[in-house]
């Protein structure tokens, strides 16, 4: 069974930073690409970031493009998301995707870390 915990996330003010990390186990279940979500009350939910194990690809959006920067640990078991300035539009739930699917989405999600950005 695939298990995908996020941790990190918290409450700052607005200029502030936060480091989010996603947790994909077991460890044998080796992910081809990993993204980072994030859907505010009300909102859809929108992509934030995307890694691809099998190689070296990122993708930022362009709404956080400069101050949010996605790594990986050389067992690629986990990833971060390294969010910088945080502004008050940050403030969501966000989410740890693993696993591609065939339609461009991802097969494994979990619950959510809450990121409050106070101005």
């Known amino acids: 069974q695939v298990q995908v915990v996020e941790s990190g996330g918290g409450s700052v003010q607005a200029g502030g930073s936060l480091r989010l990390s996603c947790i994909v186990s077991?460890?044998?279940?080796?992910?081809?690409?990993m993204g980072w979500f994030r859907q505010a009350p009300g909102k859809k939910r929108e992509a934030v970031a995307a890694a691809y194990p099998g190689g070296d690809d990122t993708y930022i959006a362009r709404s956080v493009y400069g101050r949010f920067t996605i790594s990986q640990d050389n067992a690629k078991s986990t990833m971060y998301l390294q969010m910088n300035n945080l502004k008050a539009e940050d403030t969501a739930m966000y989410y740890c995707?693993?696993?591609?699917?065939?339609?461009?989405?991802?097969?494994?999600w979990g619950q959510g870390t809450q990121v409050t950005v106070s101005s």
């Open positions: 077991p460890d044998s279940y080796n992910p081809k690409c």
């Open positions: 995707a693993a696993g591609c699917t065939a339609a461009g989405g991802y097969k494994f």
